[in-house]
């Protein structure tokens, strides 16, 4: 019923920037709480980053803090993910996940609804 749509990767130098979207058609947008995940080569899903459904608690895996910053437009039903200073080891497959009110959570089973990817490499 929910469809989540990423886009935004590509091949970007070490030291670039890259913001991905995520994007849905559903109008209750405003409720629910999104986040990142990525997923290298050979490597488990993991956390990257998450935002409260009211916008008003966000989280950052330390990996990324302090380089990454998520976001959330409700008037256009899209989530952001603004990465800075990218680094060779934040080459993977990046994918949105979304669930319906609650905190932020590190765990991908919580989120119901998923994207179906969007592939960032970063050259050095």
């Known amino acids: 019923q929910v469809q989540l749509v990423e886009s935004g990767g590509g091949l970007v130098q070490a030291g670039g920037s890259l913001r991905l979207s995520c994007t849905t058609s559903?109008?209750?947008?405003?409720?629910?709480?999104m986040a990142w995940f990525r997923q290298a080569p050979g490597k488990e899903r993991a956390f990257v980053a998450g935002?409260?459904?009211?916008?008003?608690?966000?989280d950052y895996s330390d990996s990324v803090k302090g380089r990454f910053t998520i976001s959330k437009d409700n008037a256009k039903s899209t989530a952001y993910l603004q990465m800075n200073s990218l680094k060779p080891e934040d080459t993977a497959d990046y994918y949105c996940a979304a669930k319906i009110w609650g905190d932020v959570s590190r765990s991908h089973g919580t989120y119901s609804h998923w994207g179906q990817g969007t592939q960032v490499t970063v050259s050095s």
């Open positions: 559903q109008r209750t947008f405003s409720m629910y709480t």
């Open positions: 935002i409260g459904w009211n916008g008003r608690g966000t």
